[in-house]
């Protein structure tokens, strides 16, 4: 167990609706990345929050959006869904910026 | 930009065997590089992680290699076991950075 908590674990939804997913980080950490993994693919960096502020940007498209919250909490809006967008989404967490990141175990998305 | 790539998307051992897992990275300013297991269903697992001022790092039946002058990268696995079967990623990152960049994983099967 990482100790990153991600939920839902599984998610089904249908297309042009909206779904979000949250993160709880490791206990002290301050980071928080989300990534996008499609079947059989890679991990593409969606974005990272340091206490609260985005910090960098990856392939994130401008449906999707996220936040920080002063708990540290994060959670990740995916909006107007499309079938391409069904995918794991992982939540990480590190205690600064360029630290190791600990993964959660992901949430699945499915956009039927 | 930047990017960090695999040589073998697939690596097929035999049970005892030594595994060699190569990555290369494009973004000479990268200077913390990771290792990750991914099983399936789970979410990345840290394995190993290597910083640029080293050239060499050793863990459990694990190596990390750092060769700076040709930007590459690669995972030593000692006497692989059937359990060792699963994705491995390399990462990349800098100092002050604030993304994790992932390349595409190379896929171990472990021959029993």
């Known amino acids: 167990d990482s100790g990153v908590t991600q939920t839902p674990k599984h998610l089904i939804t249908a297309t042009g609706q909206r779904v979000t997913l949250r993160c709880s980080p490791r206990s002290g950490d301050l980071s928080v990345y989300w990534y996008q993994q499609s079947l059989d693919q890679g991990l593409q960096f969606l974005i990272h929050?340091?206490?609260?502020?985005?910090?960098a940007k990856g392939n994130i498209l401008e449906r999707f959006s996220a936040q920080q919250f002063p708990d540290l909490h994060s959670e990740l809006n995916l909006s107007s869904l499309e079938l391409g967008d069904s995918a794991l989404y992982f939540c990480a967490s590190s205690v600064g910026r360029a630290d190791t990141i600990y993964f959660g175990e992901g949430s699945w998305l499915t956009v039927v | 930009g930047e990017n960090v790539g695999l040589h073998l998307p697939t690596l097929s051992v035999q049970e005892g065997d030594n595994s060699i897992i190569n990555c290369a990275y494009s973004n000479s300013a990268s200077d913390y590089f990771i290792w990750y297991k991914q099983e399936s269903g789970k979410g990345p697992q840290f394995i190993i992680d290597i910083r640029s001022n080293m050239d060499k790092r050793q863990g459990q039946r694990v190596t990390v290699l750092l060769n700076k002058t040709v930007k590459h990268l690669s995972l030593q696995i000692a006497a692989t076991q059937p359990g060792d079967s699963a994705v491995y990623f390399c990462?990349?990152?800098?100092?002050?950075?604030?993304?994790?960049?992932f390349g595409a994983g190379t896929r171990l099967f472990v021959k029993a």
């Open positions: 990462a990349e990152n800098e100092t002050g950075g604030f993304k994790t960049i």
């Open positions: 929050y340091y206490n609260g502020e985005e910090r």
